[in-house]
Each structure stands twice: as C-alpha cells, then as structure tokens.
C-alpha cells in the first residue's frame, strides 16, 4: 500500500461520522441513527429546513393530504403540519411503511406527494409515476429534492459518495440490493434532463413546471449523514449568501435539484 493510500484511508476514518458504522445501509436502525445526526448537526439542519421550504412553497393551497415517502430522518412536518409520514420499513413517527410503487391510496386521494432524496432510490420508477398519476387529484404535485449531475456534482458524487452515479445508464431501472443500498444518483437528471421528451410522452399528466439545481457546497460542507460536518452552524448563512452569487453557473456547479411537477388531468 502506498503512502497516499495510507493518507487517504486514515482522512476517511478521520472524517466518518462517529457511529455510523455500526449499521449496514439497509439496516432501519440506521436511519433512527441519522434522525439524531439531524438534530444536532446544525449545519445539516439548516440545509434541510431551506429543502423544505422549497418543498412546501410547492404545494398547492387549500385542503388535502400530502404523503413523503421516504421520510426517513427528515422533519418535514414541522413545514408542513398534517403530513403523512412514511418510509418503506417501519420507523418511530412514521404513519405508513410503504413501497413507492405500490401506494394504499384511492384515486385523486393525494393533493401532493413529495420526497428529499428518494426517486433515485425506486427501482421501478415507472410504476411509481403510474401510481402518482392514478393517486394525485387533478392539479396535485409532485415535490422533491433530488442529487443533480453537473460537471461540479458528477465530480463529486463519483468520488467521495458510497452511492452509484451512473447518467450514462440506458434504462431509468436498476438492479435493487436493498432499501436504501441500490440506488442511481443520476437517475433524476436521466427521467428529467437526458430523457425529457421520453418523461413528457410516457407521462403526460405530469407536467414539469420546475426543475432548478442549486446548493453545491452546502450539503457538502454539511458532511450528510456520513461524514463529520466540515462548517460550523454559525457560517451557513455566509455559504448561502456565497451560493447565491453563483446562481448563473448553477447549471454547471449544482449538487441537487429542486423539480416540481403538476398532475393535469387527461380529457
């Protein structure tokens, strides 16, 4: 083993969240594990609470319910009082366990359906659209935050993230290993960018009326779930202020995505 192999495996262990390694990827325990990483990094908890209100701000007014998937160690429902809570294995707080391509809803049940970082772990996405279409009331949305590929992001996600990152993939399916392992960082920008006019005929009740990439440091400066944070709570809003002066290069630097799309019946 070289000198910089050395180097390189004694900054990981350096840098790897404190306890994390206990639990396997696909073990629910792991996610409880990231719920209190949540609440006390408070620089992740900031980047989370600007995802939700990207998230809210799309929701459309007057009454209805609203479903997460994947809710997993977020607190949306502080944005969004009555939120239907749920995750694909059973979790304390949670209200549903439940597959994404299988929803337990009535049609035109759901007022919107929304999600931080989940699409890009549906095996079948296909069969989730379906079912947002046949569950969505007309005028319902879709609300998510999703990994983006840029040259900045693709960089990074290949480099320092456990997860896949594939945008050359040829199909929007993936082999599943598990609940959270089985994944494709690049998924979203293949079903929105790479493969929009596919999206837009298989689709057509789904329309895209946002899909914007943003936020290249802070998630990274946050360390996630699985690295230390590497800024103090204190600094975030000098990173965001920062992050808005790049607003043009966004298309070239964003890590993430917000895209937001509008159930529209067909007559």
Not at 88 to 116: C, E, Q, Y
Request: net charge positive; proline share 8%; hydrophobic share 45%.
């Amino acid at each position: 083993m070289s000198a910089l192999d050395i180097v390189k495996q004694r900054l990981k262990r350096w840098l790897a969240e404190p306890g994390a390694d206990r639990y396997e990827l696909d073990d629910p325990n792991l996610t409880e594990f990231r719920k209190s990483l949540v609440k006390k990094k408070a620089f992740l908890r900031r980047v989370y609470q600007d995802w939700y209100r990207e998230i809210a701000r799309a929701i459309p007014p007057g009454p209805g319910q609203v479903l997460e998937l994947g809710s997993g160690a977020g607190f949306l429902e502080d944005s969004l009082p009555g939120l239907i809570r749920s995750e694909i294995f059973w979790l304390s707080g949670n209200h549903l366990a439940l597959d994404g391509s299988n929803l337990p809803f009535a049609r035109g049940a759901l007022k919107a359906i929304v999600m931080t970082d989940v699409l890009h772990h549906i095996p079948r996405v296909r069969c989730f659209f379906a079912e947002a279409c046949r569950c969505l009331a007309d005028g319902g949305v879709i609300a998510m935050i999703e990994p983006w590929n840029t040259p900045w992001s693709a960089w990074v996600y290949r480099r320092l993230h456990h997860e896949p990152f594939d945008p050359a993939a040829p199909a929007w399916e993936f082999p599943s290993s598990g609940p959270l392992s089985g994944a494709n960082g690049a998924l979203p920008w293949i079903i929105f960018e790479r493969d929009a006019a596919v999206f837009a005929r298989e689709f057509p009740q789904l329309v895209v009326c946002r899909k914007e990439a943003f936020m290249p440091f802070r998630y990274l400066l946050s360390g996630g779930v699985s690295i230390r944070s590497l800024a103090p709570g204190w600094s975030y809003p000098a990173w965001k202020a920062f992050e808005a002066l790049l607003t043009p290069w966004m298309p070239r630097l964003g890590m993430f995505a917000v895209i937001v799309l509008r159930h529209t019946a067909i007559k």
